[in-house]
């Protein structure tokens, strides 16, 4: 999918929102653990109750690799069910060596056919080139994650005064293009959201942290907007722990429906539908 | 598999040799292609030529992971026919949030029953701590890449001065201990090695790059050496590819018993056996 076609999903749903879909065989309703396929089962409704108001889906691999060769199939079931209109993100954060790079490319973007794949980028170039070889495939890079733990690394001050995360940001922007990458950015982080856009002018970024974490949307479209929207914001818990019982897909929708609302509404203060 | 176990075999073995079970349907030989599981029957046929000279193996998780459900069959059945006193690293070089690193360390620890697996700390504690509930299982922290790519990022200068991989160093051995903790450090890396050496001066480190990639067995021994050995040396292609037909096994035994009398040598001059 490239970049028009992802605006253009932004237009028609009147949202930039992704749904996470990170299943956990501990948090999904219990009924469901009598089914044959529990994962996709639950996945499948919380597709059907959400996908006219979000523009992607994020599964996070690790949930579905915990679960072994049935967690690849509940995967391999969940990516073919989601509509082709709606862009895919392996949330992989994979990064090795170049020859190795480009297995995982191949299993997320061959093999899987997913739109995407988040890459930790700490390993340098050759770790990230190997994923540019798949067309209208992207590439969304670690910038500056959510998590308490980014201040141990990415904070770090070099000797220039930059930030490791600013450096980091910077030099991989010289490697793909703004067709191609995309940055993970972590609503929680306040002031320095401006900052990144100052270093990534024109870059789509996929915003965790909005809601449960504590970002506020606002901030993050205040600080971040581009005249194609340039954000595509997930919230998984948020939305797909909902509930808990018989009705968590309707409690789902109902949490989806609530944040494209706040969209549409920014959409269309800034004239965009 | 505890430290001293380790050691124990080290000894045992002659051997601090670890072989990187890396097998690509496009380089294995043509003959196992017609075998029902030819990535399994590969591995089978190099454990059976290597164990005795080996104290460790190391399949990378991208080469199974890229034939889907079939490649992680592969990868199960490869773990259980590995003999229970040889050592296994899974190189997956995972890194993300808490909850979902808890996810990555269930699916090698539990699931496959792996002793170790690599780790990238790029996004801080929060991401490396949960392997340490699992008892007598390693994290091995990328400490120093081997590859080209190392470069950009890993050898940042600080505000300190010091290098961005020095404080990954520093910062991540306060988080486990020398017996659960272990480091990727490329031979490669030279006049590095001494200089990573008195930062964590007891902890092992896993080492690729010896052989095809130009690093040398001698300074890697010279420089890191400590009392109960502290190296684990990784040759995946110069011995997995050693040969491409019939007799590829026996091709790639010459190859592992050649290093084997090598780190034999080094453990008598050090008078370890």
Chains 1, 2 share one sequence.
Not at 99 to 112: E, G, P, Q, R, V
Not at 131 to 138: R, T
Not at 209 to 225: A, H, R
Not at 251 to 270: F, G, V, W
Request: proline fraction near 3%.
């Amino acid at each position: 999918m490239n970049r028009a076609e992802i605006f253009n999903q932004i237009k028609k749903k009147e949202s930039f929102l992704c749904v996470g879909l990170d299943p956990d065989l501990n948090k999904i309703p219990k009924y469901l653990l009598k089914t044959e396929d529990p994962i996709f089962e639950f996945n499948k409704a919380i597709i059907d109750a959400t996908k006219d108001y979000c523009i992607a889906y994020k599964p996070n691999i690790a949930f579905y690799e915990c679960l072994g060769v049935k967690g690849w199939e509940s995967l391999r079931k969940t990516l073919e069910y989601i509509p082709k209109d709606i862009f895919t993100i392996a949330d992989a954060k994979r990064g090795d060596i170049g020859n190795t790079s480009k297995m995982y490319a191949s299993t997320f973007f061959d093999n899987l056919n997913f739109d995407s794949i988040t890459v930790n980028p700490y390993m340098g170039k050759d770790s990230v080139v190997p994923y540019y070889d798949f067309k209208n495939k992207w590439v969304i890079l670690l910038g500056l994650t959510s998590n308490e733990g980014a201040k141990d690394f990415q904070f770090l001050k070099l000797e220039n005064e930059k930030a490791v995360f600013e450096s980091v940001i910077k030099k991989t922007s010289e490697w793909g293009t703004e067709e191609n990458t995309m940055y993970v950015v972590g609503a929680t982080r306040g002031d320095l959201l401006k900052k990144i856009r100052t270093i990534i002018p024109n870059s789509f970024l996929l915003v965790p942290g909005v809601g449960s974490q504590g970002g506020s949307l606002q901030d993050v479209v205040d600080n971040c907007w581009i005249d194609d929207c340039g954000l595509i914001i997930n919230s998984s818990r948020g939305i797909i722990y909902a509930g808990s019982d018989v009705d968590f897909a309707e409690k789902s929708k109902a949490e989806a429906i609530k944040l494209k609302h706040e969209m549409r509404k920014i959409l269309s203060d800034k004239k965009i539908i």
